[in-house]
């Protein structure tokens, strides 16, 4: 497999777009997560190639899980794209579903598949220049900038403001001071009242165009699907108190340490396992570092441009908002939309050529049938039809593949890489299912359930080890290029 | 120096760089917090520094073995 297909697989637009929208929001943990998303493929690419192992039914099936969960969070992508542009999220989901269907089958797949991924970061790429030349500002300035405001306010250009925006998922505001909420759809309002003690539940619903007016500290839970409409100039609900709580999260210190290595291992881990060796190498091996590095930094790069410009782009989690929303605030509504357009076109694109990737990589695993990339098909868009969180969905597919497929590819026989499998499967598992075992599961178990691979992947590697000659040790082997 | 043991060293580094950046944010007194030229170390490191030194490294590698 060649170094640009080997990265096609990691390109997933889920993996930019939510980089970009938790840059945008302040996220405390995407300064690692945005450094890990580039160095987890590289070290993939790296790594020693290993000698496949047989046959691994549990690995097999492993990769068919992880990689629909995957796909179904490049779906979600697509379910925010609809409801951004009007639509409903299954228009997205369909549409996406189809191409992913589709395309494999076009006599020009394996050439899309070779260029396409460095044209869709180019075209990712263009827009947000477009965007930094209008404003006039370099990234590290727009950083600044960001850093430096007071409060977080709407824009009296903001869509939240004018004609209002609808939420893709169920969402909980948290409002820091007092403000009128109009809903632009009916439904049911829920409403938790801090300034008592204890606090106070009310249920409002709620006709289109009538208003809730919210008071500090309150907090409004609002379905998927809900529009609504808030009041230029107050502060946006959920995001931080400040610039500067922006640039450095408060929430930020020790405790997170735990949380963080398991998104680390995650990213490294199903890295390991999605990104194949390459058999290409010299010069055009040199492409595949450059096109992850200019992704990740486009990625960045509009969550910092969207963070300066229009801190309201994050509320309510659309994935799409900062490449949707930005260029038309930056650069007026006409160009605006063209270049919003173009941005769009690259994920497109890139959910095209990763999804090629997928399926590539699932008939190495688990065979080259159409029926079966046809069932991960349909299993990832009933996965997206549920409007889940996409990263929760992106991390259980990673890791996954981290702890059962991972361990397979490392082994040097075949009993040692069913062994391997197993127990990181059966650790996975067992850890994803806690909450539901255990609902009251201790703070300190919580890295462990958010990141199961954290302790799965470990596990399983050392038992594939345990069981047969270490691989690597010492002498190199032939990974297979498609394993 | 061997192809495999490039390629260890190499991903030792990638790893030793990746671990950088919660260090910075998360260790006792907080260096990533430190501005510079008006943006936090975390920041400069974790989106310039070590993507840069990264690649480089990457492309080294790859650039240089043949299998």
């Known amino acids: 497999m060649t170094a640009p297909v080997a990265v096609a697989v990691w390109l997933q637009p889920v993996l930019l777009t939510v980089l970009a929208l938790r840059v945008a929001a302040g996220d405390a943990e995407v300064p690692w997560l945005a450094l890990g998303a580039l160095i987890a493929p590289l070290v993939a690419l790296l790594a020693p190639t290993r000698r496949r192992a047989g046959s691994n039914p549990i690995a097999a099936a492993a990769a068919t899980l992880a990689l629909a969960m995957v796909l179904a969070a490049d779906f979600v992508v697509a379910a925010d794209a609809a409801t951004l542009l009007g639509g409903t999220p299954w228009h997205g989901v369909g549409l996406a579903a189809g191409l992913t269907l589709l395309m494999p089958l076009l006599p020009a797949s394996r050439w899309i598949g070779t260029l396409a991924p460095a044209v869709a970061v180019v075209a990712l790429l263009l827009p947000l220049t477009a965007v930094a030349l209008a404003m006039g500002t370099a990234p590290w300035s727009a950083w600044s900038h960001g850093s430096l405001r007071a409060a977080l306010t709407f824009p009296e250009a903001s869509e939240w403001v004018v004609d209002g925006e609808r939420f893709p998922r169920p969402a909980r505001l948290t409002f820091t001071e007092g403000q009128r909420v109009t809903a632009l759809t009916a439904g049911m309002y829920r409403v938790v009242e801090r300034d008592v003690t204890p606090p106070t539940v009310r249920q409002w619903r709620l006709g289109a165009g009538e208003a809730l007016t919210l008071r500090p500290g309150d907090e409004l839970s609002i379905e998927a699907g809900a529009r609504l409409r808030f009041d230029a100039g107050r502060r946006v609900p959920g995001a931080p108190a400040s610039g500067i709580a922006w640039a450095d999260a408060p929430g930020r210190g020790p405790a997170m340490l735990p949380g963080a290595l398991g998104a680390l291992v995650t990213l490294v881990g199903g890295a390991l396992a999605l990104v194949p060796a390459t058999r290409q190498w010299g010069l055009p091996a040199a492409g595949a570092p450059l096109v992850l590095m200019a992704a990740v930094a486009t990625a960045v790069g509009w969550g910092v441009y969207a963070a300066a410009a229009a801190p309201d782009l994050a509320l309510g989690g659309s994935l799409l908002a900062p490449l949707l929303r930005l260029p038309p605030r930056a650069l007026g509504a006409r160009t605006g939309d063209a270049v919003a357009a173009l941005a769009l076109g690259a994920v497109g694109v890139l959910l095209v050529t990763a999804a090629m990737a997928l399926r590539r990589r699932l008939a190495a695993t688990a065979g080259p049938r159409r029926a079966v990339w046809a069932a991960v098909v349909g299993l990832a868009a009933m996965l997206a039809a549920w409007s889940p969180d996409p990263w929760r969905l992106l991390v259980l597919g990673l890791g996954l593949a981290a702890a059962v497929w991972t361990p397979s590819l490392l082994a040097s026989h075949r009993a040692a890489a069913l062994a391997g499998s197993g127990v990181g499967a059966v650790v996975f598992v067992g850890l994803s299912g806690l909450p539901l075992l255990a609902p009251g599961v201790e703070a300190w178990l919580d890295a462990l359930v958010r990141y199961p691979a954290l302790v799965a992947m470990p596990l399983g590697w050392a038992t594939a080890r345990a069981l047969g000659d270490p691989a690597g040790a010492g002498r190199p082997r032939a990974r297979r290029a498609a394993q | ?67």
């Open chain 2, 1 to 67: 120096m061997s192809v495999p043991r490039r390629r260890r060293a190499a991903i030792v580094a990638l790893l030793v760089l990746l671990a950088g950046a919660p260090l910075l944010a998360l260790a006792p007194a907080v260096p990533g917090a430190v501005r510079v030229a008006g943006v936090s170390l975390l920041w400069w490191y974790s989106a310039l520094v070590a993507p840069v030194l990264a690649t480089g490294i990457a492309i080294a590698c790859l650039v240089r073995d043949r299998e």
